[in-house]
């Protein structure tokens, strides 16, 4: 008869051992790969992707508890503070749901509740593309506000890089601009950075590496104007929820995921291999002077593989019109919202929070992620996809129950 191959479960120690050792090797694997690198290198060993997951967490090199559920913190200046005129406060309320907002008083539909530039935002590809060539004239690359005198009705007068020419609405944009990022994106000062537009763009428009980095510049702008406004906006950054890029792509692909894994860790590597070029650290011709003072703990979380995997799922989660916006990103979701988000004038760059329904001083209020006109198959598979939670709201749980009345692709529901 032939020989049957042996298994042996192995202690806990040589375990650990040699996931440590995986994970020393290769900071990039998630608990998939790693569990594959484990039974390649082990063959005899029988492991199951519980027992990696529970020695990662033990390690520190995951989160061991609800690892889907994005997790999101409070900035320390969100603490026991007030937003939008004393109107709302942001609580933590439980490591599910992270924080949310509540109102400090009684509020009425049709009220604007706070307007919120954001911590940082990257304009359509179909502006920034050509206007990194050069060639565009037709909006802000801050505010995204048109430059055509045809369309809009009050008076702009341009200003534009006297090296580059990348073009604004006004010289207070440009000055921004250049206090926020462009002094790290500008052509002329820093090639590399046009390469990672280049490369991002023919990824079919990928939009997440642009957001991350102009996370991570507007850090490395803030830590040039003091290390107290630079550990702000770090801890600004790293309170969005966050989810690494690599469990929202393992989840969202499912059994299929082992078909795109290669080719989507290629990506993920290539944008960061370009990203390091644009900003470790910047280029002296960019003329700035903090990147060397910005403490070590901080610049290797910022400039880590893992750190860049996480920031590109930060970008996925938190991504409003192609922003990171701080104090909207603390709404949790409803599928019967008593606010909306608008983006009023320029219709892109600022975010107003506006009441739809009477809220009671005390009440938390709500967004929706999601299309409320939607079928609750269509809402729940979004909400899962790309925010990876399945809503149990009593619409939903109504409207699945109603299911096999109804037509399933055709359930549209009116607010």
């Not at 990257?122 to 802000?140: I, Q």
């Not at 702000?232 to 499912?254: C, H, M, N, P, Y």
């Not at 989507?264 to 644009?278: F, G, T, V």
């Amino acid at each position: 008869m032939p020989e049957v191959a042996r298994t042996v479960t192995p202690a806990e120690d040589e375990l650990r051992a040699a996931i440590a050792a995986v994970k020393a090797s290769n900071p990039e694997f998630g608990i998939a790969r790693v569990l594959s690198t484990i039974r390649s290198s082990h063959g005899d060993w029988q492991v199951s992707e519980k027992r990696v997951r529970k020695f990662l967490g033990a390690l520190g090199l995951v989160q061991s508890d609800n690892a889907g559920i994005p997790k999101s913190s409070l900035a320390p200046t969100d603490l026991a503070a007030t937003t939008g005129k004393g109107q709302v406060e942001i609580r933590y309320i439980d490591g599910t749901k992270g924080k949310g907002v509540f109102a400090t008083q009684d509020m009425q539909p049709g009220s604007i509740v706070f307007e919120e530039t954001p911590f940082a935002w990257y304009p359509r590809w179909d502006t920034v593309g050509a206007a990194y060539h050069l060639d565009a004239d037709h909006e802000c690359q801050l505010c995204a506000r048109s430059l055509d005198p045809t369309v809009v009705r009050t008076r702009v007068r341009p200003a534009k890089c006297a090296s580059c020419g990348v073009k604004f609405c006004s010289s207070i944009c440009k000055t921004e601009a250049d206090m926020h990022f462009h002094k790290i994106e500008c052509s002329k000062s820093n090639p590399a950075f046009a390469k990672l537009a280049d490369f991002s763009r023919r990824q079919d428009q990928w939009g997440a590496p642009m957001g991350a980095v102009r996370a991570l510049e507007r850090v490395i702008m803030e830590f040039e104007q003091s290390t107290r406004r630079g550990r702000e906006a770090w801890a600004g950054l790293k309170a969005f929820a966050t989810v690494s890029q690599e469990t929202i792509d393992e989840r969202r692909f499912g059994p299929a995921w082992f078909m795109y894994q290669e080719d989507r860790e290629n990506k993920w590597k290539a944008s960061y291999k370009l990203m390091k070029s644009a900003l470790c650290p910047p280029p002296a011709a960019c003329g700035l002077t903090a990147f060397d003072r910005i403490p070590a703990k901080i610049k290797e979380e910022m400039l880590s593989y893992q750190g860049w995997l996480d920031l590109l799922g930060k970008y996925c989660l938190n991504d409003q019109n192609g922003g990171f916006y701080l104090l909207q990103s603390c709404f949790n979701h409803s599928c019967v919202p008593n606010c909306q988000v608008s983006h009023p004038n320029s219709g892109k760059y600022r975010a107003h929070i506006e009441i739809l329904k009477p809220i009671k001083q005390g009440e938390e209020m709500f967004i929706t992620y999601v299309n409320p006109r939607d079928g609750v198959e269509a809402r729940r598979k979004d909400l899962k996809d790309w925010y990876m939670f399945e809503c149990s709201c009593t619409r939903c749980q109504k409207e699945l129950q109603d299911l096999p009345k109804t037509e399933r692709q055709e359930n549209v529901i009116t607010i």
